[in-house]
């Protein structure tokens, strides 16, 4: 019998995977609906239990069990958006300042496996369809708050793509994406169905333009010049999408020339906003930040211990002087802000430049 049309017995997790894997599926046309019972899972649940789907040379992938997609934003930081979705607990990309590390400790495991134990939620896209039922219209949803949507596992797995299906089949909401891959460019055709049915602005993440600065910042995320470029597809594309030069680090990327060359970087490429705020660090995500400050830039790293040694946050001085810093560059390059209007019409970023036009973009040689 086709397995599509009969249930074995099996056990609870293994039909969460199930359901995963139909929805993976092209041309999909069926929708499972199923009770989910709590009392089946693993008690107490550990980590180190799921299944591993693979392993490279330095990293695992693993199957994460999941009752909700939807996580509701409770931040001092004042977010604009209700709601959090993050595929993938975990990030490959490896940036030396992520603050999402604390999660793995929910885990049970540490910060410094963050970046080498991945886990994937198999039935995101049945768990949202089934969410989305109680949100109210114009409800704020943003995809990608603490790892990467479109970290390499993305591309075996194919979970931020069900996601965007399932938002591509309803209408009404503000959707926000961060990333800093160049492999939301396989989504555009969903993209243009989400932007006709919803608010959508994509957010790319560059740091920095100097790419020698970036290797050892974002060891595997994609080069920022080829972030830059995807940001002019994008807009080339008719998408609403502009440029998070976040975070400012105090001493190496809060300077006037590095916050000024990214902005250029962003006006060439034609994006929507242009914006910034300074680092925060969790306790968690101290020590590793540190190790990078005393190897890289050991000058600094005593400034640090002191800044961020008793507080995660940056003080109010310092956060308003690098806030008109910012504003000051945004008006010079002439950017719009984060949630505000398009300063350019459509017609303006079509010929954004192209990969052979990339000498005219302040990058840092390789």
């Known amino acids: ?183 939301i460019l396989r989504d555009l055709n969903l993209l243009h169905q989400i932007a006709r049915r919803h608010r959508l602005t994509v957010h790319l993440t560059v740091t920095t333009i100097d790419i020698d600065l970036a290797r050892v910042l974002e060891p595997r995320a994609p080069r920022p010049d080829l972030r830059i470029e995807a940001l002019a597809a994008l807009r080339r594309a008719g998408v609403r999408a502009g440029v998070l030069c976040s975070p400012l680090m105090p001493g190496i990327t809060d300077g006037r020339n590095s916050i000024s060359a990214v902005a250029r970087a962003a006006a060439k490429a034609g994006a929507s906003f242009f914006d910034a705020s300074p680092l925060f660090l969790k306790p968690c995500s101290l020590p590793t930040f540190l190790d990078f400050v005393g190897r890289h830039f050991p000058a600094q790293l005593e400034s640090y211990r002191r800044r961020y040694g008793t507080s995660a946050f940056v003080s109010p001085a310092y956060k308003a002087r690098v806030g008109e810093l910012v504003e000051s560059v945004r008006r010079e390059n002439h950017l719009g802000r984060r949630w505000g209007e398009d300063p350019r019409s459509v017609e303006e970023f079509r010929h954004a430049p192209t990969r052979n036009e990339q000498a005219a973009l302040p990058f840092a040689p390789a």
């Open 1 to 183: 019998m086709a397995a599509d049309r009969h249930w074995a017995p099996v056990d609870f997790l293994t039909r969460r995977a199930y359901a995963g894997a139909l929805w993976a599926n092209k041309g999909r046309k069926l929708i499972l609906s199923f009770p989910f019972s709590t009392s089946a899972l693993p008690h107490p649940w550990r980590a180190g239990d799921a299944r591993l789907e693979s392993t490279g040379c330095l990293t695992e992938y693993r199957a994460l069990p999941t009752r909700s997609i939807l996580s509701k934003v409770n931040s001092k930081r004042g977010m604009p958006f209700a709601y959090a979705i993050n595929p993938y607990r975990g990030c490959e990309f490896g940036c030396r300042y992520c603050y999402a590390r604390y999660a793995h400790e929910f885990l049970e495991l540490t910060p410094e496996e963050f970046e080498h134990k991945i886990y994937f939620k198999e039935s995101a896209p049945w768990l949202l369809a089934q969410e989305l039922r109680h949100l109210k219209p114009g409800t704020e949803i943003a995809l990608g708050t603490a790892t990467d949507p479109y970290q390499p596992l993305e591309r075996k797995k194919e979970i931020t793509r069900s996601l965007l299906e399932v938002f591509a089949a309803t209408q009404g909401f503000g959707i926000g994406i961060v990333t800093k891959s160049t492999l």
